[in-house]
C-alpha cells in the first residue's frame, strides 16, 4: 500500500470516528481502539491472510507444474531408454 493510500485510509478513519462519536453522542478515548478501528484492524488482517493463501496457491500450483514436467521427461527418458533394448535385443 503506498503512503499517500496509508494518509488517506487514516484521513478517512478519523473522520468516520468522528462522525460516529458525534452521532452516537459519545467521544473516542484515545487509549481505547475504537469499534472502527477494529473493524479496520480485522479487515486488513483478513487481506494479509487472503494474499498470503494466494501466495501459497500459487507456490503450490508451480511444484505440482514442475512434477508433472519432471514426470513427462522422466517418460521420455523410459521410451528412450526402450527403444535401445529394443534395438540390442534383434
Known amino acids: ?15 468516520l470516528e468522528s ?3 458525534y452521532v452516537l453522542g459519545t467521544k473516542v478515548h484515545e487509549g481505547k481502539r475504537s469499534l472502527l478501528s477494529k ?8 487481506a494479509d491472510e487472503n494474499e498470503f493463501n494466494k501466495a501459497e496457491s500459487f507456490l503450490q500450483l508451480n511444484q505440482e507444474n514442475e512434477l508433472v514436467n519432471h514426470i513427462k521427461e522422466m517418460d521420455s527418458d523410459i521410451q528412450v531408454v526402450e527403444e535401445d533394448l529394443e534395438s540390442i535385443f534383434r
Open 19 to 21: 462522525l460516529l462519536s
Open 1 to 15: 500500500m503506498s503512503e499517500g493510500t496509508k494518509d488517506a485510509e487514516s484521513v478517512a478513519i478519523s473522520l
Open 39 to 46: 473493524l479496520m484492524h480485522s479487515k486488513k488482517v483478513s
